[in-house]
Structures are given as C-alpha cells and as structure tokens.
C-alpha cells in the first residue's frame, strides 16, 4: 500500500510552497485585486515559467519536464493554497490538456514550448451563457475554416494569448484552436466575484481557426478534459480550503472573548473541526482521481467526479466558516478571508457546477454497477 | 385565530396610512435608500419632521417626553406601513430606537429636553458606540478608557462597527472608567458630541466592497460629566437597556427570497441536462425548504406582533429569525450562482440575474452572519435565556479587568 | 393580529395534557410497547371518548361537540407529546374526515355518533407496497359492491372496525367504506419500528363496500383528505418534538461530565437551541396550517404541505438528537428517547413522506404564483 | 502512488490467504457473526487455536511473549484476508487489541506468562470495564471503589456498555483507590477474574432491541494486589495505553451503503410521481454525497495502511472515520425508510428490503453515534490533538475527587 505522494514529490511541493511565499504573498495577491486593471500578476508567471511548472507534465521533446500528473497535484495544491493571480489552469489544466490529448504533431510543436516558456496563455472556452452548457446549446460554429459566435464567461479570456473553443461543426461539436491576437476575435472584459482572476466575453467574427481533433469528438474531448481538469482542480480547492483552515485555527488560538481563547469554545472548535473533516474526505478523494490520472486508468471519470464533489464542498465550507471564525474581522476588505470565499466559487463553476457532478458521478456510477 | 388588527389598531392603522398617503404618495415598490448621501439624508430629515409634527414618532414614549404611551404595537402597525411607503426612516432608527430611550431612562431632567426633540424631529442623529475591534461579542470586554479631569472625563480609544457614525451628531458611549473593578462593573455610558474635537470616524472597507459602517477614534475627546448616563461603573446595566430595544426593532429578512430563485429556476438550464432548472427534482426539495423557511420566518412574527398586541413583551426568541435569514440568504445566493454555472462568477449588475441581487446575497451573508449577534452568540442566547441552561464556564468571575487575559 | 390559539382553547390543551398525563403516562405507553400482543390503549380509548375528544370536531345533530379545526390541533399536539397509543389520527384525521367531506347523509348519521362513542375505530387504506402511491398505482377495485385487492400498510388496520379504502372504479379511482367485522377480510398485522400503534395488512376478497363520494373523485377526496390530516399530524409532531426538547433540557441540567453541567458545553447547548429553531420554525408553519383549515382557507393545501414538511424536520432532529444528549442512556430500551424516535419515523410517513409533501408544496407554490 | 503490498507484505498476504483457504475453505460472503451464541463460540475458539499455532495471533508483539515483532501493518493485512474469510475473530478483539497488550507493558512477569499464552490460543476471553453510568466521557470520573484489605482489593461498583462480559474469564478493570486526590490521580487499574464471588453480569436491553453489551455490578469483590496493573494511583496512564491501542483497532463501516441504496432506488416508485427514485434529481445528488463520503472513508483507510506500512502510527484522524460512517448510516436508514413512503414502517425482515437492514441502520446508527467517543467528544479530540486548539475549561483541576459537583 503506497497511496501517498514520494518523497521527491513531497520535496517539490516544499519548494514549490517556499517560492509562492516570496513571490504570491497575500500582499502580492491583493495589488491584483486591487487594482481594477490588473487581472494577473506577470512577474509570478514569469516566475513560474523559469521554475519549470509550466512544462511539469509537457514531454521532453517539447521543452518540458515530462512529468506525470501527480506532480501537476502537488503544484496545483500550492497555487491554490496562494491563491495564485495567474492563468495557470486556464493554460496547463485546460488548454495544454487538450494540445495533449488531441492537438496534430504539427499543432503540438507549434503551440507546447510557447506554453512552457511562458509566452502562450491558453483559455479553454465552453459556456455562452447561464446555465450547464449541453451538446444541444451550443451555438458558436466553426466552418473549417472559422469561428463565429460568442463564448461568455471565459476565464483568463482577457489575457489569453490562444484559446480553445467548443464549436458546432456540421451535425456535431468540435473543439478548434484560435489566435486570440486578430482582429476578428473582440473580447469585452467582465466583473466578476474573483478579480484576483481575468475573466471575458470573446466573440468571434469567422475569425481563422483550426480543429484540434476529431471533428464531431468536440463534446467527448472536452468532456475528458474536463475530468483531467477537475482532479487537479480538486487540488487548488484543497490547497485554499487548508489555507483557510490554517488561518482559522490560528486566529482562534490568538482572539480572546470573555477572557478565553475562541479556539477553548466548543462551537468554534467543532467547526474548525468539521472543516477538517471535510478537508480531509476531499484530499483521500482527490489522492485517488491522482492516482487515476497519473495511471490513465478507467475509474478517472468517476473519480474526478468524486474529488470535484468532494473538494468543492470542503473549499466553500472551509471558506465561509473562516469568515465566521473571525468574526467582523473577517467580514473586513483588509483581512484575507474572503480572498478565499470569491476563490472558492469560481472554482466551483470554472469546471461545471456541482449539480452537473454529481449527475455525472451517479450516471458514471450506474454505467459501473451495470459493467 | 386571525390576522386582523383589534378595531383601535384598524382605526389606527387606517390614520396611519391616510397619513402617508397626503405624505409621501403612492406605496413604492421595494428600493434600495441609499442611507448617507445627502440628497436622501435632507429628504429622510424632512419626512422625519413631519412624522413628528403628525405625532408618528416616540409612538411608544411617555407624553412628557413628546410621545403617546401606546402599546408597542403601534409602532409596529406604523413601520409596517412606512414600509409600504418606502418611507427613510433608515438613518433615525438607532437613535430613536436605541439611543433616545437610553437618555429618557437614565438622564437628567434638562438634557432629556435638550436631546429628545430634536432627535423625534430629525433635526440631530444618534449613533451607538459600543463594539470594539477587540469587544464584539464580549462587548463588556472593551478598552476605550474615560478617565475623570475636573469637570470632564477624556476619552481615548477607538470603537468599530458604527452604523452612521459619518452622519451623526450624537452618540451614546461606554467606555472604562475604572480597569481596576471587574470588567462589567467598570463600565460607564456618556452621551458623546460626534463633533467634539479629537472624534475622527474612518468608515470600514467590507469585504463585500461597500462601506456601511465606521471605525470611531477618540484622541484625548472631553466630555463634561453632565453627559454622564447613570452612575459611575453602571455602564453595563444602561447598555443592557439599549440593547434590550435592539431586540424590538428587529429588522426583516432582506435579499433574494425563494420566490426570486424560483423566477431564475424557470428560465435557467437543469445541471443534469434535463430541462429546465425548476423541473430538477433536487432544486425543488431545496426550494420546498427555503420557503418553509422564509414563511416561517413572516408567520413568527406574526406571532410576535401577536404577543404585542396582547401586551406581552417579546423575548430573546427573535434571535431565531436571524439565523433562519442569514444562513437562508447565503444558502440561495449560492445556489443561484451554482446554478448559473460558469457563467455565475460574473457579477456585474447589467450581466448577471436580478442585477446581482444573488451575488449581493452572496458576499453580504457573511456579514449578517455575525453582525448585532453571531450565530453563534444567538444560539447560547437562546440556550441560555429561553431554555434556561447554565452559562458557559466564566473564567473572569472576580477577576479585575486589567489582569484578564485577552488577545495575543 | 390574532395569531394564536384563544384562551378557551389553552384551557383545553392544559386539561388534555393533564388528562394524558394521568392515563398516558409513558409507563402506560411501556405496556403496550412491551406487549407484542398489545397495540393500544383501550382504556384511554374509552377515557379519551369520556372527555368528548374522538367528538371534538363533529357536528352536533350526530353527537360530537361541533367544535373546529383548531380545538382538534390543540388535542393533536397534546397527543403527540404523549405519544398516545390509541387509533386516534386513523379514527378522527382521516376515517371521521374523509366522512365528514363526502359521506352521504345516510353513511355521516350511521357512522359519525359511533366515531363519537368509540365504539367505532376507523382506519385509512390508500398503500399499498412500497413507495408513494399515485393514481396509476392502485390496483385494489371495488366493483360498485364488493371491494378486492389488498392494502398494506394500513396503521391500525389490526384494530379498526371500519375502513375507508382508495380503490380502482372502472376509469378512475373512488374512495370506498368497508366494514372490516366480515369474512371476505383477512388481516395480518405486521411487525414496525413503532410498536405503540397498530398495523395490519388488509385482504378484501369480494367483501361488501359502499362507495364514498362520486366515483372516480376517489384521490381528488383521499387528497384533500391529507392535506387536514397533515396540518393535525403536524401538531401531534410538535408535541412529540417539544416533548424531546424538554427530556434534552432536562438531561442536559442533570446530567454531569468533567465535573460541569452538560448543558453548559455549547456542543450540547447549540444542539438544543438548533433544535429549539427548528421546533419554533414549524410552529409557526403549523398555525398558519391550522388556520387555514379551521377557516377552510384556499391556502390550506399549500399551508399543509409546509405545516407538514417543518414539522417532520423537527420531530426527526429533536428525537435523534435527543438521543445523542442522552449519550449511552439513550440507547437503552429503559430510556424513553426511542419512543419519540419510533414515532417520530411513522408520522413522517403515515401521510407520505417527505419527498412526496416537498413536491406538492412546490406544485401548490407554482400554481399560486402562476394564478 | 500505488495500492501495491510491499514484496514483504505480498509474500505475507500469499502465505495468510494459503493458510486461511487451508483452515476455513473459500472466501464467504459478508454474513453477521452472531458473537456470544455457544455454537459459534465454540468455533470461534478452534480457529483462534489454530491461528496461534500458525503463528498468526499477535503479530506485533515481542517474541519472548509469542509474538513475531512484525510492523503494524502485517496484522492490518492479516485482518483484511480474515475478513475475506468471515474468519471469526469477534470475541477476541479486545482481549487481543487492548486487554493483553496492558497486560503486557505493566503486569509481572509470571502474570505476563499466566496470561498472555490462553488468550493468544483463545482459550480464555477478556473484557474491558471502564466505562460506568455516570462516567462515559468522563470516563476518569468513574466511582466504582476499590478499598485495600490485607493481601487484597474488595470491588464495589458497577460498569456499563461492557461488550462480551457474559463469555469473558478476565477482565482489565479501572477502579478508584482515592477519592482524595484529583480524579485522574485516584484511579488504579487491575486484572479481574470475571468469575469471582461477587461479579454480576447483566445484559443491557438497547432500544434497538437486542443486547449486545453487558452492565456488570461488583459486591464485594475481592482481587489480590498481586493482580494490580501498574502503581497504585497510575490507573489513568495505564488506562491511556489501553485506549492508544484502542484506535488502531478502528472497526470498518458496517450497515447499509450507497449501493444498496442505488438497489432499492432502481425499484422504487420516486415521490415525486415522476418515474423511479433513481430517477429523482433529489436522491441522486444524495447518492453523490454518500458515496464520496463512503469511498473517501475507504481511501483514508489506505491512507492510514500506507502511514503504517512507512513504519508511522496513525494519529486520532482516525475518528473521522466513526463521524462520518455512523451519521452516514442513520442518514442512509432514514432514506430508504422514508423512500418506501408509508411502507417504510414496516420493519420485518420479511417484508422490509434488504431483510431490514435499513431499519436496522435506523435503530443501530444512534448508538453508533455515541459507542467509543460521542460524536462530540471525537470533535473535541480533533480540535485538540489534531489541530491542536486549546482544551476547554476545566473545572475540575486541582480538585479532590470526593469534591466533585456530580450528576443531581
């Protein structure tokens, strides 16, 4: 039995927290929060680019680490846990893992060392409006040639060097890869509850575009994306939810109230108690959608499913009880809690929301009980 | 059982809203007063006039001080038909509601003349001074120091958490006087000039944006003993009387209600892929729930105002409605953004639904979660109050305010 | 504003709770718990009858006081908190109901001074297996003279003298009386996690019936049955949910741990001022339900279905609940705590449980903004 | 990141199934051992002896007392294939888990010999009384007396919830020897003869029916002192090692899972009218929730087995576990009862799906909840051991036992 990161992995999560540190402190984070203009902190992609994690799971041939997934988890544990100001998982979950698994040869050497170098920041470009998108609502349409339509909200969209777009095409849905920089591509920039993240509308005037795949597999191939990405996902999730717990734990050791500690109240103890709980159903669950994706085995859909579930029940708890932890110190612009609580929800919805989960992990698990 | 008002309230009421009417106009639809800005402050002022001049204000007060001696009943029946109206009562209810009763009860003949009209005409606001950064559920716990200079106490410290601090003229303080005593006995209240040198107030950045409320500084501020509300080290049992009209003016539930989501349920994509939201059985369960809650919550003050109008005085169980909103409010704006899917993290009022009221909801909670009573508080306020279990173990029983241990 | 019960009515509940008090006391309840053989309590029966309880809600000309809808939720309440073992919501909520609604005038005078005297114990027979029934579910058919099929469970179907029983007729669906003293009905009384009431199932094989009300109006009636039956029901579980509050509150000041009052952790105070919320939550729920059904209001069917889902979310917590207070006490047959939590478990389901209530309130809800 | 034996382990596991196919035949689907019933006891003790023959029975432990000094994790694996084979290990659990281990680290060195050897074979059964009416998580307030007498201690008292008292020869008994010194420091632990003059066994009658546990009483019950465990007055430290062990012998989820729940959902008409129950949005987002607390229970088991077999102990996150399974069981029960809608009352086994399991769950899951730890104590054990918050306050430092406030 070894269901646990190595120890190397173990090391490179250290050093991966101590960088974050120094260069993505609360401090960090807050002048993109503030500052209305800023969606994304460039200098810490630059940072993260030199330290390799761009290219963590790229294969030698083009430029990266040739890493596995596991250490993609133990990278996106620390970026969620710093609550990172870069379009990491728009570029690395999302759009790198679509190059990945259906890009041509050609499209792979073309768009992979851009990305590992820092230069190429992808976003990943399904919704085009309220509610779960399904095969039947989509509405942009590539030609072969071009894209028309609208994609909203698109996260990262307002930085994106390159997206990749959901589209009809024909009868189906294929996914196509676009150069954001062309004049037939216009985004409008969009307020969202996390300005600590980009987010736009891009809409596309039969601006050039290329399929990535299959035409027709669109709908399928997203959907495999979607389950990489929400294990690793679940990791940011977990990384923010532990933050948050941190932070709780310390507070209630250090705030008095009728000359106690909080942390001596049985109503704060058991809630941070609880948010442990949940934390740690969310990271045994998480550590297999690891092992699942680290070993392309069969069960990943169900267990990406069950991590996402998991860890995003653990982040919105975590980080709502944080905030009630503190008490009116919490509710405050200058205390970090709600850094979290915005976080937290735009990585419930950035993959499909909850509801859309767990009718995926139940139709997954009777597909299971039926086999 | 019925939901009628007994004939003196009906022909009240029926006054009431004839008033209103020759007023203020037609009922308004529910909107947002944006307490504060000046233009809505000298229109809330000039209503507050009138309401005075009618005889509407200190309803509940004794007739020497300017008020009626009716039941509380009568102001209830009263706000529930301003509500209507939408008429700005907003910035006058701490001060009339908390502040002026406290100065009725425990100042002196004169400056009772002095403060109370102007107040019920709405010519001075009043704001309370109590919360501290490290005082809020332990308010007794606070550290703003009075000490005695002649004829003057000076003030040094700071409060949190003022609901109108920036537009006040006056505010009712308690502050220490004596560290030496044991922290509730310790405690003085003086009614403080908002405008006395060395009182700066810096409003509060939320997290949710906004600025509702103010920190108080007080550097070296003079207050002539005469200001002082009841005895020296009594601090404690006045505070206990304001905060004892706090519980009656307990506030409604605001934000988006069940019946809003509903709204958003018929016209949003179900997660499961099937149909509409509002055909997924999993939302209506929840939306079952959130309407026995919020209905439940209305009906209880039914029986409330119920208890009212029999004469009784209502207790602490009004702390439910608290936890039942708070925790409601959150839960639904959640929902609704969950719902909405990706495209829920957008909260720009001109995108998302009810131009953002769900989003308002979500970052709002929070706040209502903890503020006038956490959750927690409200919930040892029942337990201990209205259950009649013991108190939690005091560990500053006899011991002198200034050896407690406190914040590290 | 009048909402509440009238003095006259609190003097009624005050001399029911003293009455059960006497005749009901839980030891009396242990006597029928413990006797396998045993199911009720006929001489409560008989005492409740005495006091004119069973007549409460019966109009004079046929022998019952006349009184309303509000005196019967003043006595359910007190029933509740007793947790009475006698046919008493069979009897009165739905037999004497469903009577009262559609009987012919022949069927009221034959049958309603027999409900009065008590000589008459009436059951409702609507299930018929497992899950909620609907109209396209019942196969019992009664033929215009004869009733056969079967119905299982019927709660106090081992007792009851009298059935009123949905059936199949032609098309549609009527309700149908029966009575059970004939040797075309068979009966197998059945083992429940309620031992304190009775449950049969009941076999009709061509045995003589007599419709109730216009054929094929059979489930309109049954549901406007339910729906008076939820709003009293509700009563009875918040009676049996305070009777909890009250044995937790109690344990809780009695019962030491570390040398301090339980009821002085707040694990154990939250617990029980939760629990105080959510009885208060369905009080409020349950009035407006109780006005609405002593005024005939059109607001009852929505009324009832919110009186009936509070009222089974406190009943559930506080019993549950109530146990954990007790600790290791509470799991022992000695201690009352299951009496509350068996109870609570039939009354959630007696009327249909809570999914299928959640799902009338939401129809009911969408008709009324609709309208 | 693997689920792979060690090559040690996997040898192991080869040679543990070879020997059990050997002993008990081919794997046996999950069925309930009835403990207690002579038949089965009888069994249960044959294969104990074999087990010990072969050298599989204390594993851990040192070899001059018949163990083989293997890592934790060699008996976790020995458990997992003997739970494969349904092997009948019940009785001896906490004889074996908790009994013989205290035995071990404090008793003498015949007594070790005395004893260790008929437990390893199964042929005597021990039982462990700590617990008593009024000390359950308090168990250090515990009041049974044991007063010295010449050569002896004489018992007088009463223990409660003692699971297998009715087929134990031995028992490890918490006594108090002075109710002058502060309660944890007054106790003394002790080896009793079950079948000693005095001892009274009686079975509890739970409210889910059946007896699974035993009140046992003691009058006058003489032990000699040279059955003592550890000094006088350091029964509580020794109590801890007995409880340490306790935790590495966390059972697993028993009762209903989503699975059978997903069974029953397949045939059962859905409350809303609207098809199946596994067609309702509602039960399925439930069932999403049970299996991902289900299977992350399952996972941190392997979480903790990888944790043991890198040579760690595993810390008290194991009470997860517990919290999670037993309110997911009584969650579960009440489900499917209410699922079956009116139905749902009927519990016997001939009737109810699944021969009534979820009615059992319903009735078994409340004393679950509180069995080893409430769910309440366990969250303070987390709290303070594991995120290391600070204990509550306590009332009872410093004070003599005898002084205690107690239950009215």
Redesign the interface.
């Known amino acids: 039995?070894?269901?646990?990161?190595?120890d190397d992995q173990k090391i490179m999560r250290d050093q991966a927290r101590k960088f974050l540190a120094e260069h993505s402190s609360r401090k960090a984070v807050r002048v993109v929060l503030n500052d209305a203009a800023k969606s994304c902190d460039m200098a810490l992609w630059k940072g993260v680019a030199e330290q390799g994690w761009l290219g963590a799971a790229i294969p030698e041939e083009f430029g990266g680490l040739g890493l596995g997934g596991?250490e993609q988890c133990v990278l996106a544990e620390e970026i969620g846990r710093a609550v990172a100001p870069i379009p990491f998982s728009s570029t690395i979950y999302f759009f790198a893992e679509a190059i990945l698994a259906a890009g041509s040869p050609a499209q792979k050497s073309a768009l992979l060392p851009k990305i590992v170098s820092g230069d190429l920041i992808g976003a990943f470009a399904?919704?085009e409006?309220?509610?779960?998108?399904?095969p039947t609502?989509i509405e942009a349409s590539f030609d072969g040639a071009t894209l028309s339509g609208a994609k909203?909200?698109v996260?990262d969209g307002d930085i994106a060097t390159h997206a990749v777009v959901l589209a009809r095409e024909g009868q189906g849905l294929s996914l196509v890869l676009v150069d954001l920089a062309q004049p037939a591509v216009k985004r409008e920039t969009?307020?969202?509850?996390?300005p600590t993240r980009g987010?736009a509308k891009l809409i596309f005037d039969r601006a050039k575009a290329e399929r990535i795949g299959k035409a027709g597999e669109g709908w399928q191939l997203a959907e495999a994306v979607l389950d990489r990405a929400a294990v690793l996902i679940a990791f940011e999730q977990l990384g923010g939810a532990q933050a948050c717990?941190d932070m709780a734990?310390d507070y209630?050791?250090?705030?008095?109230?009728?000359?106690?500690?909080i942390?001596?109240?049985?109503?704060?103890?058991?809630k941070?108690?609880?948010m442990?709980?949940a934390i740690?159903?969310?990271r045994?669950?998480a550590?297999?959608g690891?092992?699942a994706l680290?070993t392309e085995s069969a069960q990943l859909p169900l267990a990406a499913?069950?991590a996402r579930?998991?860890a995003s029940?653990a982040y919105?708890f975590a980080a709502?009880e944080n905030?009630?932890a503190h008490?009116?110190?919490?509710?405050?612009?200058?205390?970090d809690?709600?850094l979290f609580?915005r976080r937290a929800?735009?990585l419930?919805?950035?993959a499909?929301?909850?509801?859309?989960?767990?009718?995926k992990?139940?139709r997954r698990?009777?597909l299971k009980?039926a086999a | 059982m019925d939901f009628n008002d007994s004939p003196e309230e009906a022909t009240f009421r029926a006054e009431a809203r004839a008033w209103l009417e020759k007023t203020i106009g037609a009922p308004a639809a529910k909107t947002l007063v944006r307490i504060g800005d000046p233009e809505s402050m000298k229109g809330a002022k000039a209503y507050q006039k009138k309401k005075a001049e009618a005889g509407y204000a200190g309803l509940t007060w004794k007739k020497e001080v300017g008020g009626r001696e009716l039941p509380p009943i009568f102001s209830v029946i009263f706000g529930q038909e301003e509500q209507k109206f939408q008429a700005p009562v907003g910035p006058f209810a701490i001060g009339l509601g908390m502040c002026i009763p406290t100065v009725i009860a425990f100042h002196s003949p004169d400056k009772i003349k002095r403060y109370v009209g102007p107040a019920l005409k709405g010519d001075e606001i009043w704001c309370q001074l109590f919360?501290e950064?490290?005082a809020?559920?332990?308010v007794a716990?606070l550290k703003t120091k009075a000490v005695r200079d002649g004829d003057d106490w000076v003030i040094n410290g700071q409060k949190?958490?003022t609901s109108g601090a920036h537009y006040s003229d006056y505010g009712i303080l308690l502050a220490r006087t004596n560290p030496e005593k044991e922290?509730h006995k310790g405690l003085t209240m003086f009614v403080l000039n908002m405008k006395a040198p060395g009182v700066e107030v810096r409003p509060?950045?939320?997290?949710?944006?906004g600025s509702n409320f103010n920190e108080v500084y007080f550097n070296d501020v003079r207050i002539p003993d005469t200001e002082r509300l009841g005895e020296v080290g009594n601090g404690w049992n006045v505070a206990l009387v304001t905060l004892m009209n706090e519980r009656l003016a307990v506030g409604g539930s605001s934000g988006p209600e069940y019946g809003e989501i509903l709204e958003l349920a018929r016209?949003?994509?179900?997660?499961?892929?099937k149909g509409t939201?509002i055909q997924?059985q999993?939302f209506r369960e929840k939306l079952a729930s959130w309407y026995v809650s919020s209905e439940g919550y209305t009906l209880g003050k039914y029986r409330t105002m119920t208890a009212l109008s029999k004469g009784q005085t209502p207790g602490p169980e009004s702390s439910i409605g608290k936890i039942l909103n708070a925790n409601r409010m959150?839960d639904i704006g959640?929902a609704a953004?969950?719902?909405?899917?990706?495209?829920?993290?957008?909260?720009?009022p001109a995108?998302a639904?009810m131009q953002g009221a769900f989003?308002n909801a979500?970052?709002w909670a929070?706040?209502l979660?903890?503020?006038g009573g956490?959750?927690?508080i409200l919930?040892n306020i029942i337990a201990e109050r209205v259950l009649g279990l013991p108190q939690?173990v005091?560990?500053?029983k006899g011991?002198a305010y200034k050896d407690?241990?406190?914040?590290?």
């Open positions: 039995m070894n269901f646990d990161f190595s596991l399904i919704s409006g309220p509610g779960a998108p399904s609502s909203i909200p996260t969009l307020t969202t509850l996390d987010h717990l734990v209630a050791k250090g705030r008095y109230a009728f000359s106690r500690q942390g001596s109240f049985q109503a704060i103890k058991h941070l108690a609880d442990y709980v740690e159903l969310g045994s669950n550590y297999y690891a092992w680290s499913a069950a579930i998991a029940d919105y709502k905030i009630q008490g009116g110190m919490g509710f405050t612009w200058e205390v809690c709600h609580y929800k735009l419930a919805v950035q499909g929301g909850p509801g859309v989960w767990k009718e992990l139940v698990l009777e009980n | 919360s950064p490290s809020g559920s332990d716990g949190v958490w922290k509060i950045h939320q997290m949710s944006g016209n949003t994509r179900s997660p499961s892929g939201l997924d999993a959150q959640n953004i969950e719902a909405e899917d990706h495209f829920g993290i957008i909260s720009d995108l639904p989003h979500y970052m929070p706040g979660r903890i503020a956490t959750d927690e919930r939690d005091r560990v500053d011991v407690l241990p406190t914040n590290r």
